[in-house]
């Protein structure tokens, strides 16, 4: 069974930074696409973050592109979310997930079937 489990967020100052953690335990994250998201307070929909696509590289969103980067730990079994120059617009929940096998680049939610319960962020002025 896939569990994901983050950690790592808290409440920055603008121009912060933070570091996110997601520990995977059901699944490789060496070779698994796996992938980042956020829900911002009052939305519904996930926004998609990131894809990390296995060995293939990586797709970022034009929102995360620039300031975020990815990383594993594949010892550890452990994705990084590296959030650098927050801003305010970046206040929201951040969830890892496991995608489906799909043949293109996953960056819907339905695209995923695994999440973890998510780690909230909150970037002030």
């Known amino acids: 069974q896939v569990r994901l489990v983050e950690s790592g967020g808290g409440s920055v100052q603008a121009g912060g930074s933070l570091r996110l953690s997601c520990r995977a335990s059901?699944?490789?994250?060496?070779?698994?696409?796996m992938g980042w998201f956020r829900q911002a307070p009052g939305k519904e929909r996930e926004e998609f973050a990131i894809?990390?696509?296995?060995?293939?590289?990586?797709e970022y969103d034009d929102s995360a592109k620039d300031r975020f980067t990815t990383s594993r730990d594949n010892a550890k079994n452990t994705l990084y979310l590296q959030l650098n120059s927050l801003i305010t617009e970046d206040t929201a929940m951040y969830h890892c997930?496991?995608?489906?096998?799909?043949?293109?680049?996953?960056?819907?939610?339905?695209?995923?079937?695994?999440w973890g319960q998510g780690t909230q962020v909150t970037v002030s002025s």
């Open positions: 997930a496991q995608a489906r096998r799909v043949p293109w680049i996953p960056r819907a939610v339905q695209d995923y079937n695994y």
């Open positions: 059901g699944v490789s994250v060496n070779n698994a696409c």
């Open positions: 894809a990390m696509i296995g060995n293939d590289g990586t």
